[in-house]
């Protein structure tokens, strides 16, 4: 499988609207391509265009989960979100970055509001964000180029540097190549046999149940991001405890039972398959590496194809 490599600018603040600019976190970054034309050009393997204007368009970093800086007004442990935020700028090449006291995910100023990088994406997401591997700086391949991607030159992505330093989960959905998949896993792996970055405190994993009481208790944990993500939506609905997160999951096999293949059992499943949720308590019993997420499927009549 190859990727398309993009070169441009990544962008965190505009000068002219900062209250209105970019929101960074650990796994997501603004970025304006050289030549649009060439991300209109990705697969759209979810059915959606990708979401662009003049101002650029979101990477979505291939393979890694970032604790939650903001979602739907909630956010997981600040401590660790804000780690792998602050750090993904740094390897972009972003210094003096401040963010607004009251804003505190829109950058207030920095000592660059745009920088150069380059990005190797192979498609576009349910969301219509760009997904790929981030690097800093011009590569030396022309824009465009269609670039089979090695482990080194992965170990070279942001996204790669954000796993071996534990600062995010893994994430690996089934339009990321299998050697890679293999590669980061180990990756992420040793971060956690090591302790470092987020793992310490990790929870609600295949090491121990976690005990939520309500969502500001839920705010407060490390937990695998996209099972953060179904639990407030979940508790959303007015419920206070998880035994009804099973069935709640299952009603909508698109945006919450996630498609999985479990790479131990070599079958498919769901997201339901691999947590255990009962009472206050909830656990995901596989580790993230140990199974491949689905895309979204395409909505009917609409084409995955590159225009």
């Given at each position: 499988m190859s990727?398309?490599?993009?070169?441009?600018?990544?962008?965190?603040?505009?000068?002219d609207l900062p209250r209105r600019g970019p929101e960074p976190d650990g796994d997501t970054v603004k970025f304006r391509p050289d030549s649009p034309a060439l991300v209109e050009g990705l697969p759209r393997p979810s059915g959606t265009p990708p979401d662009i204007n003049a101002r650029g368009i979101s990477v979505r970093l291939e393979a890694i989960d970032a604790l939650e800086t903001h979602f739907?007004?909630?956010?997981?442990?600040?401590?660790?979100?804000?780690?792998?935020?602050?750090?993904?700028?740094?390897?972009?090449?972003?210094?003096?970055?401040?963010?607004?006291?009251?804003?505190?995910?829109?950058?207030?100023s920095a000592d660059q509001d745009t920088i150069r990088g380059?990005?190797?994406?192979?498609?576009?997401?349910?969301?219509?964000?760009?997904?790929?591997?981030?690097?800093?700086?011009?590569?030396?391949?022309?824009?465009?180029t269609a670039v089979r991607l090695e482990e080194a030159r992965t170990d070279r992505s942001a996204n790669a540097t954000l796993l071996t330093e534990g600062l995010a989960y893994p994430a690996f959905y089934a339009t990321l190549p299998a050697s890679l998949r293999t590669h980061l896993a180990g990756i992420s792996q040793a971060a956690r046999k090591a302790q470092v970055g987020l793992w310490?405190?990790?929870?609600?994993?295949?090491?121990?149940?976690?005990?939520?009481?309500?969502?500001?208790?839920?705010?407060?944990?490390?937990?695998?991001?996209?099972?953060?993500r179904r639990l407030v939506?979940?508790?959303a609905?007015?419920?206070?405890?998880?035994?009804?997160?099973?069935?709640?999951?299952?009603?909508?096999?698109?945006?919450?039972?996630?498609p999985l293949f479990l790479l131990d059992r070599g079958e498919f499943g769901n997201l339901h398959d691999v947590i255990d949720a009962a009472g206050q308590?909830?656990?995901?019993?596989?580790?993230?590496?140990?199974?491949?997420?689905?895309?979204?499927?395409?909505?009917?009549?609409?084409?995955?194809?590159?225009?």
């Open positions: 990727y398309t490599l993009l070169r441009g600018l990544f962008v965190i603040r505009y000068p739907a007004e909630t956010h997981q442990e600040l401590a660790g979100a804000n780690a792998a935020r602050d750090r993904l700028l740094d390897l972009l090449g972003f210094t003096g970055v401040t963010f607004f006291d009251d804003q505190p995910n829109k950058v207030k380059h990005v190797l994406s192979n498609g576009i997401d349910a969301n219509g964000r760009l997904i790929g591997f981030v690097f800093p700086g011009d590569p030396t391949e022309p824009d465009g310490p405190r990790s929870t609600a994993d295949p090491n121990g149940k976690a005990s939520v009481a309500d969502l500001d208790a839920l705010q407060q944990l490390v937990m695998w991001p996209k099972l953060f939506s979940y508790l609905t007015g419920a206070t405890d998880f035994d009804g997160f099973d069935a709640w999951l299952r009603d909508d096999k698109v945006h919450r039972d996630d308590d909830i656990q995901l019993t596989l580790w993230p590496e140990d199974f491949i997420i689905s895309p979204d499927p395409a909505p009917p009549g609409a084409s995955t194809k590159s225009r």
